[in-house]
């Protein structure tokens, strides 16, 4: 792990990304936001075009600020299945499985994705940076346990032409990944590992590779792309195709409960709808025993779709039972109008008696017109999610293009 | 896999709690076996052979803190136990100078000016002492629920303090946090008196006398004696194996079994419950309930095993604070020692070796370093004065706690033992002048022995520090706290839990009514 002299850190907090100078010159706006200690690109051109880049063609995303965890060692496995809620012995070499991890009390810490490389050889990228949870969940496991965030780049592909980009740069048999594949190949030397995973719910694949290579494989991508559409592509817009696909997002949908002050503000994985991650059947994990006591006394929210009339987007939304707007039974955590969908949608955590499919609820949405609030009382409805699943998403071998 | 035998409940450990924890258990009707890894029962509680002919109380030497009420329901007087000894005095030792008796005559001839100041501090520690000691003796409360015993049981310790009156309660407000050498200025004049004062804050602890939390530790000391029934120490007629054999007695009475030569490999569980042990044997015993008398890091982190507990609660536990600081010197002494200006009659009785509390603070100092003083601290017997059956006619037996000793020595303990030991005995002499010249054998246990030969993780005789953060609700660590584990049928009745170590009992009897009564 290489450190950061003191003097850099502090006339430039944020860390740059191996993708940054490429970023910086195609970013039209100039709209940098952090993210885990980096500074990446909220919006490069217009929301809309990279939207609809994601949904239309390909883009680019720079996931380098992923944490990234190696964990090895003979007891790899046995020390995953006690971290995370669902059962990794299942996940076989070559495949990535999305999982949660809580703690003692079954709240969330955070979310991510769980790589398998070799029997005893993971990969385990976070929302936030963990290694300090998980040097303590490894107490009693014979594992290592290594931060290799700055020693791996990663770029998302995402949309329905990145498998036609992706083959047309040689790597041949890339189309036969199915979802959650992982596939290694070389380009033009440079190693590369390319698992298909996203977080649009659109066809898409993350390549990883050495921070040297990151440069050229930038732009051998984005040249390979020109005829299909590829943009590089912002947080703002992805942040649009991932509530389509119904994901949730640390410190949106929760606080990490490892970081949350007021008792009551954590969340549990049933609370967010995340029950089919949760194996109970697979022996003791952190937080198993608090989980089952929670399910037994009844979940006492859950995390829902919301169809909302009309197109304003019901951000910081609160929501009630009924329109007079007398009891709140929860609050919207993240809204979006969907141009592919082309509706109003929203998750919103909800009190457990009003979670039904169906239900209808209000939504109370202030709206600003030329510095004039007004507030609108809006029906909605408790929707399924994923509100967008195309079924090129998992189509194998991809359309062409 | 199919266990052999069944049982209610499986103790793991014939230490005094968990043959207390088995006596209890089993006199409710209970099937108990009790495991231990040893050849004899008793834990630190033994009575050993230490050269020809010379036995000595191995571990803890004396008795204080084992509730009255506790010997008699055990009816330990059937099973064989007595006493040799009640009472016994105790005089600080001056090296060069004459040593003080620790009662206000003993302080009106040697230090009158301390005399009243000594009577008030002694009388007011016993009265807090008394008011804190009914949350010894029972599961200290859970806090977050909103179950009305444990509301009560705060109240009623809020009550015990309150009902000391507007003065007192106040006083013992403004003392609980403080160290103890600030108490004793406040109070007292002569360093010899301070010293041993100060000695009983921080015997067996990680603390010097200004330390935070020294004041903590000597109204603990002090509310375990007044919870005993007794403000001074006793010695058991055949030392503190005589106690541990009148425990196994009474267990066995009571109907438990007790196995000796029989480690505990692994506590055994099914569908997320303790369902009993395999013995490092390879033997399977099952059973309803498993209590565990071992300390808490060997228990969770060695026989359970992290896999079955929660990241969070392995964590507290793997930074529990758990090293002793303590060492225990035993010498065969082929006459009568003779120290300095001692009466015969103080002999019996403990002799504490630390003249000032500056000299306490300094002892204690480079053990923070991995080190100990050139000039230690120590709580000496003489056992034999009191009970001539452990050594030869005309020989006697000495033992010392040696504190400050630490468990982690710089350089390694295989090098710096024969100096420690030659070092203790330079600093006995200096006040039992020719002490040297009379011994036979020697013995010196440094804490990683003790670690070793009581299969104490850390080797501290309380298993964890006691100290404010790993005290009553949080003791060990919070989840664990009321004798119960998270994991359903395993439970705790050692040292390790409230209300503590010492050769008490306590911890066991606590353990085995919140067992029953949550069976109940």
């Known amino acids: 792990m290489h450190t950061i002299p003191a003097r850099a850190l502090f006339s430039e907090p ?22 885990n200690g980096y500074t990446t690109v909220d919006v490069f051109s217009t929301v809309e075009q990279e939207y609809f880049a994601i949904r239309n063609a390909s883009t680019l995303y720079d996931l380098t600020p992923m944490a990234k965890y190696r964990i090895a060692g003979a007891d790899a496995l046995r020390f995953l299945n006690r971290l995370v809620t669902r059962d990794v012995s299942k996940l076989k070499p070559n495949r990535v499985a999305y999982a949660v991890w809580c703690n003692d009390s079954g709240h969330l810490i955070d979310d991510g994705t769980v790589f398998r490389f070799g029997e005893s050889d993971f990969r385990l990228c976070a929302q936030e940076r963990q290694l300090d949870w998980l040097l303590d969940s490894a107490i009693g496991f014979d594992v290592e346990i290594a931060d290799v965030t700055e020693l791996s780049a990663a770029l998302a592909i995402q949309g329905p032409t990145s498998c036609a980009v992706l083959k047309s740069l040689g790597l041949a048999g890339v189309e036969r990944l199915k979802p959650f594949d992982i596939g290694h190949f070389a380009l033009e030397g440079a190693p590369i590992t390319i698992s298909r995973t996203g977080f649009t719910g659109d066809l898409g694949y993350e390549v990883w590779m050495h921070p040297q290579d990151a440069e050229s494989i930038w732009d051998r991508l984005m040249l390979a792309g020109r005829s299909r559409g590829v943009r590089p592509l912002g947080s703002r817009a992805l942040n649009m195709a991932r509530i389509e696909a119904g994901f949730i997002l640390p410190n949106v949908e929760f606080v990490s409960a490892e970081r949350t002050l007021r008792t009551g503000r954590d969340r549990s994985p049933l609370e967010l709808g995340l029950d089919w991650l949760v194996d109970f059947n697979k022996g003791h994990f952190t937080g198993r025993r608090s989980l089952l006591a929670q399910r037994a006394a009844g979940v006492p929210r859950r995390l829902v779709g919301l169809d909302i009339v ?21 609050a919207v955590t993240s809204a979006t109008w969907s141009p592919t969908c082309k509706r109003n949608i929203a998750l919103a955590l909800l009190d457990a008696p009003h979670v039904e499919p169906g239900l209808e609820v209000w939504v109370e949405i202030y709206l600003n017109s030329e510095l004039v609030w007004e507030r609108r009382m809006c029906a909605a409805r408790i929707v399924e999610r994923p509100f967008y699943a195309p079924e090129r998403r998992r189509a194998t071998p991809p359309a062409d293009f | 896999m199919s266990a052999r035998v069944n049982y209610d409940c499986i103790v ?91 009662s206000v005559a003993g302080i009106r001839a040697v230090a009158a000016a301390d005399a009243e100041g000594f009577e008030a501090l002694s009388a007011r520690l016993q009265r807090f002492a008394r008011a804190l000691a009914p949350m010894l003796s029972s599961a200290p ?30 006083e013992l407000l403004r003392i609980a946090g403080m160290c103890v050498y600030d108490l004793l200025q406040e109070n007292l004049t002569s360093p010899l008196l301070q010293g041993a004062l100060g000695f009983d804050a921080v015997l067996g602890t990680n603390l010097g006398p200004r330390s935070p939390g020294s004041v903590f530790t000597l ?18 007629q055949g030392g503190l194996g005589a106690l541990s054999g009148a425990l196994a007695r009474a267990a066995r009475a009571a109907g438990a079994s007790i196995r000796t030569d029989a480690p505990v490999r692994r506590i055994r569980i099914d569908s997320d419950r303790a369902a009993g042990v395999i013995l490092e044997s390879g033997e399977m015993l099952s059973a309803k309930l498993v209590v565990s008398s071992a300390d808490p890091k060997t228990t969770f982190l060695g026989l359970l095993g992290s896999e079955h507990l929660d990241a969070g609660f392995v964590r507290r536990v793997s930074h529990l604070r758990t090293t002793g600081l303590a060492a225990k010197l035993h010498l065969a002494l082929d006459r009568e020692p003779q120290f300095n200006g001692l009466e015969r009659s103080a002999l019996g009785g403990r002799l504490l070796l630390a003249p ?30 009191n009970d001539a059956q452990l050594a030869p006619a005309g020989a006697h037996v000495l033992s010392a706690i040696v504190q400050y000793v630490p468990y ?30 009379s011994i036979t054998a020697a013995e010196l246990l440094t804490p990683p022995d003790i670690e070793r030969q009581f299969r104490i993780h850390g080797g501290h005789w309380h298993h964890t520090e006691l100290a404010l953060d790993q005290f009553f609700m949080v003791r060990p660590v919070p989840g664990a706290a009321q004798y119960a584990s998270p994991v ?33």
């Open chain 1, 310 to 330: 009309g197109n304003k987007p019901a951000h910081n939304a609160l929501v009630y039972a009924a329109r007079s707007g007398r009891r709140q039974i929860g």
């Open chain 1, 14 to 35: 944020l860390l740059r990304t191996p993708f940054h100078e490429r970023a910086r010159a195609l970013s039209q706006l100039d709209s940098f936001i952090p993210w």
């Open chain 2, 488 to 520: 359903e049928g395993l439970y705790l009745c050692g040292a390790g839990c409230h209300p503590g170590g010492g050769v008490m009992g306590t911890a066991g009897r606590n353990a085995a009514r919140a067992i029953l009564a949550r069976a109940a």
């Open chain 2, 141 to 170: 409360p859970r806090l977050g629920t909103r179950a009305r015993s444990e509301q009560l049981s705060l109240l009623r310790l809020g009550w015990h303090i309150r009902r000391l009156g507007r003065r007192d309660m106040r």
């Open chain 2, 356 to 385: 000032s509390l500056d000299y306490l603070e300094r002892a204690f100092n480079h053990s923070k370093y991995g080190e100990y003083s050139a000039q230690p601290s120590m709580e000496i017997t003489i056992p034999s004065i």
């Open chain 2, 219 to 236: 109204l603990y000391r002090l509310s375990t004696s007044a919870n005993a029934g007794r403000f001074s120490p006793a010695q058991p």
């Open chain 2, 12 to 102: 793991i450990g014939a230490g005094h709690n968990g043959l207390v924890c088995a006596a209890y258990l089993a006199r409710s009707g209970r099937s108990v076996l009790v495991l231990e890894a040893a050849a004899e029962v008793g834990g630190a509680a033994v009575t050993r052979e230490f050269a020809p002919g010379f036995r000595v109380s191995a571990g803890a030497h004396l008795l204080q803190g084992m509730p009255r009420a506790l010997i008699e329901e055990l009816a330990l007087d059937t099973h064989g136990f007595k006493f040799a000894a009640e009472d016994l005095p105790s005089a600080a030792l001056a090296p060069g100078g004459a040593p003080l008796t620790l």
């Open chain 2, 408 to 437: 982690a020595l710089t350089g390694g303990w295989e090098h710096g033992r024969q100096r420690l030991l030659d070092l203790v005995v330079d600093r006995i002499e200096a006040c039992a002048p020719g002490l040297r010249r």
